[in-house]
C-alpha cells in the first residue's frame, strides 16, 4: 500500500492525498482548491499527480473550498468513481462548488479581457453541477464499505458543519491497517459544533498542523472582548466595524453570538449586514441540519427558533447594496467574505474604510501568508488594494478565539488516545513548516516514534 501527498504539503491548503492499495486500488482524500500566492505552486489547481480517470473513490471530510475545491475539475478530467461525505458536506459542498465556478467563470472571463487572448476557466458551473451526481451520503459513526477491502468510519471533527475525520480499515494480504485522516481538527467547547470525536486506534495518521506551535489567546465562548471591541467603533467612536468571515462556518458562529447578545439586550439596536449572498445560503443549510449541533445550542433554540438571525440583522443581497454600505456613515457591524480579505466585497469594503480612524476590522481566523488579512494582522502604516495604497488608520484587532483550527494543545488532546506504540507513522499536513516543526517536537516529545513532514508529490509505502 503506498501514500502519496498530492496537496497542502508544507502549506495550508489544497489538501490531497492518495492511498494506492496492492491491487491497484486508488481512493482520494480530499480534492482541494490551492488558494495561496507561493510561486512554486502556481500552477497546483490545473494539474494532477495522477490521472483523474485511474482514481476509485473519493473520501471527502468537509466542504471548505481548499479541501473540496477541484472536483469540479476531477470529474471533467476523468473520474467516474462516488465521492463519500456526510449529508451536511454534500449540502454545503453543492453551494460552494457553484459559487466557486462562478469566479473560475469571473476570472477566465476578467484575463481573456486583460491578456485579449481566451482563457479557459478551471471549470464551470456545469461541472460543478455534473460532480454533485457523484456524491453519497453517511453520517458519523457508522462503519460503511467501499470495496471488499476497505471500510470506512466518519467521526465529527468539530471543524464545520458536517466535516469528519476519516479512519479506513483496510484488509491486504490477510492484514489489516487502519489508516486516519484529520481532514482538518476542530476547537474544544465551541459554539454550535460538537466536540471534535476520538478516533478508533491508528496504525497511520495523516493528521493537519494549522496552529502548530500556537495556542489560541481565548476561549471560544468568552463574548468580553468581542462585545468591548463593538461598543468601541459601534458606540464610543461611531464607526464601522468590518468583519472579514468565511461563508461557512465562521459567519454563523458570528451571527449565533451577536444573536445572543441581542436577545439578552447587550447589542442594542446597532445594525449587523452580512454581506455575502453565499453565507445566506450557507446559514440555511445549517438550520436543516440540527444534527450537528451541539447540547447549548438546542438548549438556546428552545426560547429562540432561529439561532442565526435576529431584527437588526440584515442580509445584503445585491451589488448595490454593498456599494450602498461604502458610503453611509451609520454605525454598524459589516460581516463580509472572504475570511482571508483578498478577494470578494470584503476588500470593497476594506478599500474603502481602512483609512478612517473611527473604523475597526477585527481578523477572527487563520489568513495565510501573502493575504491581504494576513498583512493587517501585522498592522502596516499602508496596504495595496486594488492597484493602490491605501492607509491604515483602523484600528486592526484579531481574536483567535473564533478560529474553527484546533490549536496546538488541542491537537495534543486530539491525538492523546493513541497509543504511541501502535501508531507507526504521523504525517503532518496542513501547515506551514515552521508550525509542522513545532508540532512534530511536541509530538516527538509525547514518545510518538515517527513524525514525517512529506514534500509535495512525495510517495510512502505503508
Known amino acids: 500500500m503506498k501514500l502519496q501527498i498530492c496537496g497542502a504539503a508544507q502549506t495550508v491548503t489544497g489538501s490531497c492525498h492518495l ?9 482520494l482524500l480530499d480534492c482541494g482548491l490551492y488558494q495561496g ?6 500552477d497546483f489547481n490545473s494539474q494532477w499527480f495522477f490521472n483523474p480517470s485511474e482514481i476509485d473513490v473519493l ?14 475539475k476531477l470529474v471533467k ?55 454533485l451526481k457523484h456524491f453519497v451520503c453517511t453520517e458519523y459513526d457508522n462503519w460503511f464499505s467501499v470495496n471488499d477491502s476497505i471500510e470506512v468510519l466518519f467521526s465529527d471533527a468539530g471543524h464545520i458543519l458536517g466535516s469528519a475525520t476519516v479512519a479506513l480499515k483496510i484488509k491486504e494480504n490477510g492484514k489489516e491497517t487502519v489508516l486516519g485522516f484529520s481532514g482538518d481538527i476542530g476547537r474544544y ?23 502548530g506551535g500556537k ?35 465562521r459567519t454563523q458562529e458570528i451571527l449565533y453570538r451577536l ?32 444534527e450537528c449541533f451541539d447540547d447549548e445550542i438546542h438548549e438556546y433554540m428552545q426560547k429562540d427558533e432561529n439561532p442565526f438571525g435576529w431584527n437588526n440583522m440584515h442580509y445584503v443581497k445585491d451589488a448595490n447594496q454593498s456599494k450602498a454600505l461604502n458610503t453611509s456613515t451609520e454605525p454598524c457591524i459589516i460581516i463580509a467574505a472572504s475570511g482571508m480579505a483578498n478577494a470578494g466585497r470584503v476588500k470593497h469594503h476594506l478599500f474603502h474604510q481602512l483609512d478612517k480612524p473611527q473604523n475597526t476590522v477585527l481578523i477572527v481566523g487563520y489568513c495565510a501568508q501573502g493575504t491581504l488579512g494576513q498583512k493587517l494582522v501585522d498592522k502596516p502604516e499602508s496596504v495595496n488594494i486594488f492597484h493602490q495604497e491605501i492607509k491604515v488608520r483602523a484600528s486592526v484587532e484579531v481574536m483567535s478565539s473564533m478560529s474553527a483550527h484546533a490549536d496546538q494543545p488541542e491537537l495534543l488532546q486530539f491525538i492523546a488516545n493513541q497509543q504511541p506504540d501502535k501508531l507507526k507513522k504521523i504525517f503532518l499536513v496542513h501547515g506551514e513548516i515552521k508550525k509542522q516543526e513545532a508540532y512534530k517536537a511536541a509530538l516527538l516529545e509525547k514518545q510518538y516514534k515517527s513524525v514525517e513532514i512529506p514534500s509535495l508529490g512525495e510517495v510512502f509505502e505503508l
Not at 19 to 27: C, G, H, M, Q, Y
Not at 218 to 243: A, M, Q, R
Open 19 to 27: 492511498l494506492t492499495l496492492e491491487n491497484n486500488f486508488k481512493v
Open 37 to 42: 500566492h507561493e510561486d512554486e505552486l502556481e
Open 59 to 72: 473520501i471527502l471530510s468537509h466542504a471548505h473550498i481548499d479541501h473540496c475545491g477541484r472536483i469540479p
Open 77 to 131: 478530467d476523468g473520474f467516474r468513481g462516488k465521492i463519500y461525505c456526510t449529508s451536511a458536506t454534500r449540502d454545503l459542498s453543492a453551494i460552494m462548488l457553484l459559487d466557486s465556478a462562478k469566479i473560475q467563470e469571473s476570472d477566465a472571463e476578467y484575463e481573456t479581457r486583460k491578456f485579449k487572448k481566451p482563457q479557459k476557466p478551471l471549470y464551470t458551473q456545469i461541472d460543478a453541477k455534473n460532480c
Open 189 to 211: 467547547n465551541r459554539p454550535i459544533l460538537n466536540d471534535p470525536a476520538p478516533m478508533p486506534a491508528l496504525d497511520y495518521f495523516i493528521c493537519e498542523s494549522t496552529y
Open 215 to 249: 495556542t489560541h489567546e481565548e476561549t471560544p465562548e468568552s463574548d468580553e472582548h468581542f462585545l468591548k471591541i463593538i461598543y468601541d467603533t459601534c458606540v464610543s467612536k461611531g464607526g464601522k466595524l468590518i468583519i472579514p468571515a468565511f461563508s461557512i462556518g
Open 259 to 290: 444573536d445572543k447578545m441581542y436577545t439578552s439586550g447587550k447589542l442594542q439596536n446597532i445594525n449587523v449586514y452580512v454581506d455575502s449572498p453565499l453565507a445566506m445560503n450557507a446559514t440555511e443549510i445549517f438550520v436543516i441540519h440540527p
